[in-house]
T-cell receptor
Framework: AQRVTQPEKLLSVFKGAPVELKCNYS??????LFWYVQYSRQRLQLLLR??SRESIKGFTADLNKGETSFHLKKPFAQEEDSAMYYC??????????FGTGTRLTVIP | DADVTQTPRNRITKTGKRIMLECSQT?????MYWYRQDPGLGLRLIYYSFDVKDINKGEISDGYSVSRQAQAKFSLSLESAIPNQTALYFCATSDARVSGTNNEQFFGPGTRLTVL
């Protein structure tokens, strides 16, 4: 069965420090991985997807099939990065399985 | 701007009552979804619909039903609400015309439902 694990419910970093939000998945097929973000008083929205291989707002994420991971990274955290981050797994039927989320707080 | 809207935004009801949550979209997307969000559990898929004649159960469909009245409207019903259905409910849409198996989903603002 498919599963997405985000081990950290809360993560606090200082402004300018590197940040890494962890995501591990379990899926027997060919996965598509996404990061969604919800800023305060805003809707849940797509941040990035692994097939795009792009950097959004300074964030990157690499799919590591050997470790079944899709960790989200940013070298220098900004205050505006404070938000709830969800890792999501797409299984080929246009359905997404979400992790439990990590609330990131960037301390000024 | 094209949008996904949900009504009501907040609802308090009693155990045993029938509740309908409505979702409308002006994005022209054919695919629509209902999720519930619980603290510590993330978002879980309740039902999804790929077009007006297509309805599919998600991970946690028990106790819920849906109706796709038109391409733009997808309603979620709780036939007899119970307290453990207290949650934040999200509607989402996606566009099948966009290439790729799993397409970006666009979320509504959410409906906070409390069942007493």
């Amino acid at each position: 069965a498919q599963r997405v694990t985000q081990p950290e419910k809360l993560l606090s970093v200082f402004k300018g420090a590197p940040v890494e939000l962890k995501c591990n998945y379990s899926y027997s097929g060919s996965p598509e991985l996404f990061w969604y973000v919800q800023y305060s008083r805003q809707r849940l929205q797509l941040l990035l997807r692994h097939i795009s291989r792009e950097s959004i707002k300074g964030f990157t994420a690499d799919l590591n099939k050997g470790e079944t991971s899709f960790h989200l990274k940013k070298p220098f955290a900004q205050e505006e990065d404070s938000a709830m981050y969800y890792c999501a797994l797409g299984t080929g039927a246009n359905n997404l399985f979400f992790g439990t989320g990590t609330r990131l707080t960037v301390i000024p | 701007d094209a949008d996904v809207t949900q009504t009501p935004r907040n609802r308090i009801t009693k155990t045993g009552k029938r509740i309908m949550l409505e979702c409308s979209q002006t994005k022209g997307h054919d695919r629509m979804y209902w999720y519930r969000q619980d603290p510590g559990l993330g978002l879980r898929l309740i039902y999804y619909s790929f077009d007006v004649k297509d309805i599919n159960k998600g991970e946690i469909s028990d106790g819920y039903s849906v109706s796709r009245q038109a391409q733009a409207k997808f309603s979620l019903s709780l036939e007899s609400a119970i307290p453990n259905q207290t949650a934040l409910y999200f509607c989402a849409t996606s566009d099948a015309r966009v290439s790729g198996t799993n397409n970006e989903q666009f979320f509504g603002p959410g409906t906070r439902l409390t069942v007493l």
